[in-house]
Every structure is written in structure tokens, then in C-alpha cells.
């Protein structure tokens, strides 16, 4: 199970860097989760399945804040073995500047903490940004799923990383 935000800030409280912070996100968060889908995706979530992903034992998203609000989250499901990240967005303007690494790196070392075995992802074989942080983190390419992207009918990539 991810930590509560009472345990995610008490843990890592030292990740608040240039007035940036961590926090886990809560159903509350789902409207703000839905504007940046919507900037960042071209099949956002809607506001409802954001809202409704909470409800999900095995849902955990965490935020990116600075000061005028939420900047960028990464969502997954987990199970006491592995973790599948669905999500990371970082909102246009914010781009290049190391969020999407710094989201990225907590979910992989608090998976590490919780003995989980495997972290797994897809993304789209356009996405060489995308692609460039996973590798860069440690993530290797472990298959394709052909023409998975609806809109687009581009194919997704697979990308696995495991602690040891």
C-alpha cells in the first residue's frame, strides 16, 4: 500500500525543491488532474474517470505543487508485487525542467521501499521524450502492444523496470 499524505510528506519532506512540492493527490484533486490531462493527452481522462480512479483500492496519483497550484502528477495501480504507472503529465509551460524525472524517481524509490518486484509502463513509439526519461531511469523495453493507441492507431511500447 502507497503511504498516506500524513506519511508521504513526513517521509519526504526534503523533496520540496525551489518552493516546489510532493504531495499524494485525493479525489479533490480530480479537477485539477482532469486540466492538465486535457493540455497534456490527446485522450485525457475525463474529470469523472479521475474522480472515479480514487475510489480504486489500487489507485495512487502524486502532485507536483508549486505555488499557484498543481503542475504535474504521475497516476498507477499497485498490488503488494508491482506497480503499473497509467500517467505522468507535467503541464506544458513546466516542461524540460526535471518534474516529470522527479515524479517518476519517487514512485520507482517508494516502490523500492515497498519490496514491490516490478514496475511496468507503456508509451506511445512517438513519444521520444517519454521514452528518453524511462530509459534514462532505468526502464527496459519489454515488448510492443500494436496499434493500441485508438485515436492515432500508434503502437505502444512496453517499459519494465525491476529494483535489483
Given at each position: 500500500m ?6 508521504f510528506t513526513g517521509?519526504f519532506s ?5 518552493r516546489l512540492c ?10 485539477a488532474?482532469?486540466a ?31 505555488r499557484q497550484?498543481?503542475i504535474?502528477?504521475?497516476?498507477l495501480?499497485?498490488t503488494?508485487?508491482?506497480v503499473?504507472?497509467?500517467n505522468?503529465?507535467?503541464v506544458p ?7 516529470a524525472r522527479?515524479?517518476?524517481?519517487l514512485?520507482?524509490?517508494l516502490?523500492r521501499r515497498?519490496?514491490v518486484q516490478?514496475v ?5 513509439t512517438g ?15 519489454a515488448?510492443?502492444?500494436r496499434r493500441?493507441y485508438?485515436?492515432?492507431g500508434?503502437d ?6 525491476s529494483?535489483?
Open positions: 502507497f503511504p498516506s499524505e500524513k506519511e517521509d526534503h523533496v520540496a525543491v525551489k510532493l504531495k499524494r493527490l485525493e479525489a479533490r484533486h480530480a479537477e488532474m482532469h492538465i490531462e486535457r493540455k497534456c493527452f490527446s485522450l485525457p481522462w475525463s474529470e469523472a474517470q479521475c474522480r472515479a480512479a480514487f475510489e480504486q483500492r489500487a489507485f495512487a496519483a502524486f502532485g507536483l505543487f508549486d497550484g498543481l504535474g502528477y504521475v497516476s495501480y499497485h503488494p508485487d508491482e503499473e504507472i497509467l505522468i503529465a507535467v509551460p513546466r516542461r524540460r525542467q526535471g518534474h522527479r515524479l517518476l524517481r514512485v520507482l524509490r516502490a515497498m519490496g516490478g511496468a509502463l507503456e508509451v506511445r513519444n521520444a521524450p517519454a521514452i528518453a526519461l524511462y530509459e534514462g531511469c532505468g526502464f527496459r523495453r515488448g510492443v502492444r493500441y485508438v485515436d492515432t500508434e505502444a511500447l512496453i517499459y519494465t523496470w529494483p535489483s
